[in-house]
Structures are given as structure tokens and as C-alpha cells.
């Protein structure tokens, strides 16, 4: 079978590795958010494609949902000592991802065949495609002024207010070489328990990709990131009040109402379904929080079996 | 006093200490090899000048004579799995220097600025100029063609024929500022005991040094690099073969002859003396291999009461 999925960072990255073990002989394309990329030490750093590369990989650090398993920081620790930003971390067998691509991309090389060729260096089976090999970068605005995506996030730790979001940038960048195919060809296309705002709004606001998942042959499943009125994880939440969209399951649908077929919702929310029916979206119940990987599996199991027959 | 070194690595860091030590409140100025710098996965790294940084910051490995002492490679194993080249080792705090040098020469810093920097953040109270602040790259020819440097030194271990040296961008480049003057109003200038083709060598061929030298008001004080007919460490022998010197204190004087009033040999050289005061060089004799820190400072005050009175 082949699944796409769209995928920001943490919560994408169980539900991949769910799917990847669910379904280890099919083809899997994702195509990840590059929104929050940044430059950090003059490296460019792609957290969500990484994230989900290392979960893939097998080595991503599952308590912490970002980096590598047994990482050190002792770079990081020296830049400390030079005065440099810290806020950002860098764990030291990481740092060689960064620097690797950093080289590539000087050298010319797109953002899509570099990480190609750092997935096939860590033994991922999965495509992992940049949503575009252009550069779109997520910002926040907040009462002082734009931010972006990891001065938000990562320096103030989501806690000051947003008023506004957008992708710099979008509007120019083209779908990465073979996203758009990777869509259209899909038997099942999934979208990831990931923020609707900054995971996987940057994707859709590359052009082109919408449009796809409108045209796709498959029927596009979601896993909502929100149960009753909450993100399961990250700030989800105030990103969904600032661009308008409630903060739930009713608010995700909305979010992708155009172009969903079947949204997964947990069963706290069986009292949506109706809502979610007269947004013209399919409601399936399952257990969406995935503490373990077990119910990892179990979700991609739903996932998977939720898609109705092919249009 | 007014102290003025030329360095190369390893031997001129356990000179450059012993100085240090022996004279603390003096000022110090040394003047950095450059010709062996490299780039390494895209990151600027200068050999000679960290390790000089390093010892003077009390920080150097003195087992390897090269690198941060308690270092780890962690980043060098993850490029090592991502099949960058690992030939070159840079440890994990190590990279920070290379990271904050280069995104600061990016962002259009001299390379002399950028030194300046990263001794004031690692305490370390001499200056460390560069020769150069444009690129000076030293070349080895060997049978199979030209090598940089750091390919002939660390990858190939020396063990290949030299046929030729080169200091490729020498004759464009322009003594990084406070070089000239750091020679001309030096209380005593002082060659450390380092390579005389690709350490000391590069300084020699930036326009206006070897002639700041000549017309110093100090006299210069050398220290051999090489007792007997070898070198103390390194391949200072294949390499001054190669440019037609003999391998021998006389060789050492031989380079430096038109500047070099005194030449500090091992006591095992008694019999070069005379040969010596033939080239017009002043030979002292002294215990030179520096195998703990009291000889470092026993030599730094040899070669500092060695000083003839200033002419």
C-alpha cells in the first residue's frame, strides 16, 4: 500500500513509527513541515524533519520527543562559554546532522536530496520529503512583535501571547520534487496528530499542496492533536485561538474541512461526531493519546482501516 | 617587557606557557601560523592558532599536544555514520571554536577580530594575532601531486615524499593588524621552537614581516626545533629536506639568517656553535626538549636572559 503522510515533529513522530511498524512492507512517503527551520550557530537546523527522521531511525529520544537517544551536549556547553545563544539545543551527535546538511546546502544541493541522502545513512526505509526545498518560515507575532517559530516555541517556551501567525515565504516556495505525486498517488494520505497552525499549516500554504489533497484519489485521514479542549501536547491551542479556529476537534476538521475525509477523534469526544458530520468529515472513536508503542501501533492500526474505499 | 613570539603548534604552545609563566605580567603578542588552516565539514578551523589559544588558556591536551583537555567525540562518530570524512579530529567542545570562527568570518569578521574574541571568552591574556587576516594556504607536493597541509600532516601521517612546499595566497596577503608593530616594538621577538618550513615559514612569506624583522629594534631569539639531525617531534626534517635545508640546528639558523641574532640549541649541539657564529647567529645552549612545565619555564627564562641589550 502506499500511505503519505503529512507530519510536523513530536506527535507525527509516533504515530509514523505506529504506521511504519503497522504496515513495515508498505511504501511510506512523509512530507514534513520545514515552517520551523532556523539557523542556529550558522547551521541550518530542520527540527520537524529531523524529529521524525530519528523516530524512523529508531534513535529519536522518546522522553524528550526531540533529538537522539543517549545524546550529549558538550558543544553546547562550550558555546555557553563563548557567549553564544543556548537556548537552543544542540546535542552533540545531532550537531553532525546539522552540520552535514548545513555543507550540502552551501554546496547546492536542495534541502529534499539532502535529506534523502541523511535517510539512507540512518537506515530509514520512509521517504522523507521537505514539504518544498524553498525556504517558508513560520512566525509568530506576539505583543512585542514577530517572532519566529523557535524564538516562540523553544527561547519563550510558548508563553507569551500570539496574536497573528504567518509563512513567510509561502506564497513563492514550489512543493518539493515528488510531494505533490506522493499525494495524488497515495492509497491512504494521512495527516498527523500535529498542530494545525504551525505543523501542518505551513505545508498547506505551500501552493499546490491543497489544491492535491482536494484532487487526491485516496481519502485523506486525520489524527486530531486535541481532545475535549486541549492539545495533547505544545501550544496548539493558542496557535488555534490566534488564527480563529476552535480549539478542538471541531476546530482541526475546520481547519481541513475542504479536502478531509475522516477525522480520528478520541473517544472523550464522541459528542462531536454530529458537528464534525455537518463539516461533511467522517468521525472514527479510538484511543488518539499515544503513551507508548503499543497504542502507537494500535492508532495506526485505525488509521489505517478508517479509509473508506477509493473515490 | 614587551614580548613577541612567532608560533606554530605544539612545540611553540609549551614555549609560548613557559613565557607565560616565567614573565606574567609581561605583554605578550603572538604571531600565528595560518598557512595550515582547513576547512572541515564546512566549518573554519585554525590548527595553530587553538592550540596555541588553548595552552595559553590553560586548556590544551598535553598528552595529544593538540585539542581541549577532557575532550569527547561524539560529533565526529555521527559524521563517521553519515560518511563524512573523520580523518581530521574535532572534539565536541572543540567545535564550538570552529562554529563561533566561522559563522563570525561569514558575517564578515576579520579573522583577527574573531581571535581576539574567542582569547578574551577563554581568559587568555596574550594577544593571538594571525599572520594573515586574508588566506595563506601551505601545500606539499608529493609524488601523487599537491596535498594541503592538513592532508599530508593528519591524513596521510607525514609518511609520504615531499618534493616541494608552497604557501599558496602569500604574496596577496597582508600582515593581520598589530603584526608589523608587535615586531617593531618588541622588547625581544622570540621564534618558538617550531617547524621552520610550514610553521614559521608561512609568518616569513606574509610581505613585511620577514622585513619588520630585519629592522627590529630587538634582537631575535630562536629556539631549535630540531637537536641533533632530527626533529624533537613532527616531520620538520622530511619538510626542510625538501626546501634544501640541512636537517640540523645550522639549518634552523640557515632560514632565519638575515634576522636572527641568537639561536637557543640543545647542549647535545655544542659542536654547531662554531658554524653558527659563521652564519652571524649567536648559539646558546640550553636543555630544549620541554618534557614537563618546569622545563618550559626554565627554557622561557633562557631564552629571555639570552637577549643581547637592544641594539
Redesign the interface.
Known amino acids: 500500500m502506499r500511505l503519505t503522510a503529512i507530519a510536523g515533529g513530536t506527535g507525527a513522530a509516533k504515530l509514523l513509527r505506529g504506521l511504519a511498524a503497522a504496515r513495515p512492507r508498505d511504501t511510506l512517503t512523509v512530507i514534513g513541515n520545514t515552517g520551523d527551520d532556523a539557523e542556529i550557530?550558522?547551521?541550518h537546523v530542520s527540527p520537524d524533519l529531523d524529529t521524525v527522521m530519528y523516530a524512523l531511525a529508531g534513535r529519536l529520544d522518546t522522553a524528550r520527543g526531540w533529538g537522539l537517544t543517549g545524546e550529549?551536549f558538550?558543544?553546547l556547553?562550550?558555546?555557553g562559554?563563548?557567549?553564544?545563544q543556548t537556548w537552543f539545543n544542540l546535542g552533540?551527535?545531532?550537531?553532525?546532522?546539522h552540520?552535514?546538511r548545513?555543507?550540502a546546502l552551501?554546496e547546492g544541493l536542495p534541502l529534499s536530496a539532502v535529506m534523502a541522502e541523511?535517510c539512507g545513512?540512518?537506515g530509514v526505509a520512509a521517504r522523507v520529503l521537505p514539504m518544498s526545498d524553498e525556504p517558508v518560515r513560520t512566525r509568530v507575532r506576539t505583543p512585542d512583535g514577530w517572532l519566529s517559530f523557535q524564538e516562540y516555541f523553544v527561547r519563550e517556551k510558548a508563553q507569551v501571547q500570539v496574536l497573528d501567525v504567518e509563512y513567510a515565504g509561502a506564497s513563492q516556495a514550489r512543493p518539493a520534487p515528488g510531494v505533490l505525486e506522493a499525494i495524488c498517488e497515495a492509497e491512504v494520505v494521512v495527516v498527523c496528530p500535529s498542530n494545525p497552525v504551525t505543523s501542518v499549516g505551513p505545508v498547506l500554504a505551500v501552493p499546490g499542496i491543497a489544491d492535491a489533497l482536494t484532487g487526491a484519489r485516496a481519502r485523506v485521514v486525520a489524527v486530531s492533536p486535541i481532545v475535549g479542549g486541549a492539545a495533547v501536547s505544545g501550544p496548539a491551542g493558542a496557535l488555534m485561538r490566534a488564527r480563529g479556529l476552535s480549539v478542538s476537534a471541531v476546530g482541526v476538521a475546520a481547519a481541513y474541512a475542504p479536502w478531509l475525509g475522516t477525522l480520528v477523534i478520541d473517544r472523550s469526544d464522541t459528542g462531536r461526531v454530529a458537528e464534525l458530520a455537518r463539516l461533511g468529515v467522517e468521525a472514527v472513536l479510538a484511543d488518539i493519546v499515544m503513551t507508548d508503542r503499543d497504542r502507537e501501533i494500535a492508532l495506526a492500526r485505525v488509521v489505517l482501516g478508517s479509509r473508506s474505499p477509493v473515490k
Open positions: 550557530w550558522g547551521l550529549t558538550r558543544c556547553e562550550a558555546m562559554d563563548l557567549g553564544a552533540d551527535r545531532d550537531l553532525a546532522t552540520l552535514h548545513t555543507r552551501r541523511l545513512r540512518l
